[in-house]
């Protein structure tokens, strides 16, 4: 029998509903046929899942450097996280299929779910944790940022644990940029 505590269910059933909140927001966003514009980003329509949210800034192709992150991710990944690459914040073991779910986020313009388990190798209980990155681009039309969110399915054993991945899904659900359609009407 596994026995957890109030507290740690009430913190999963809120993070759950802000991967949730976000992977809304950003469908939304992308209504208009291209993934959206990282200016077009709004705290305040995401404001609750803002404690697990973060934005990064996109390092060539592999990786990305965390400027804006929440509480929940600083206490995953450590206070000292913001204004580093998010790779740093994996297990070194990890980093390489971080860096090829960041290309395929790049490449094929696709949000990525990336299922994260606490690498202590003496804890008393694994942490286990959900990472899900979605593509931003700029006003030329490249992903240029990514919009994140992180939240712990179960408690590490310690603020800013290292962690590895377990599994890595991108969407089937491609965003193209949309195509230039040109209607003359001569009447």
């Given amino acids: 029998m596994k026995i957890s505590s109030l507290l740690q269910e009430t913190l999963n059933r809120h993070g759950a509903q802000a991967l949730q909140l976000l992977q809304t927001y950003w469908i939304e966003l992308t209504s208009h046929g291209d993934i959206p514009l990282w200016s077009d980003v709004n705290p305040g329509a995401i404001q609750d899942a803002l404690e697990y949210a973060f934005l990064a800034e996109r390092l060539g192709c592999r990786d990305a450097r965390l400027r804006i992150a929440g509480g929940g991710v600083q206490r995953m990944f450590g206070p000292d996280v913001i204004g580093k690459r998010l790779s740093r914040a994996l297990h070194p073991v990890a980093r390489l299929r971080l860096y090829f779910a ?8 696709t949000p990525c779910d990336i299922d994260l388990n606490c690498a202590e190798p003496f804890a008393p209980h694994r942490g286990h944790a959900r990472l899900v990155i979605y593509p931003l681009r700029d006003a030329d039309g490249s992903v240029s940022h990514f919009l994140g969110a992180v939240t712990e399915t179960e408690a590490s ?29 001569n009447t």
């Fill in 102 to 109: 960041f290309e395929t986020c790049v490449h094929q313009r």
């Fill in 157 to 185: 054993p310690r603020s800013g644990a290292s962690y590895r991945i377990s599994d890595v899904r991108h969407t089937n659900r491609q965003i193209k940029a949309p195509a230039l359609r040109l209607v003359i009407n």
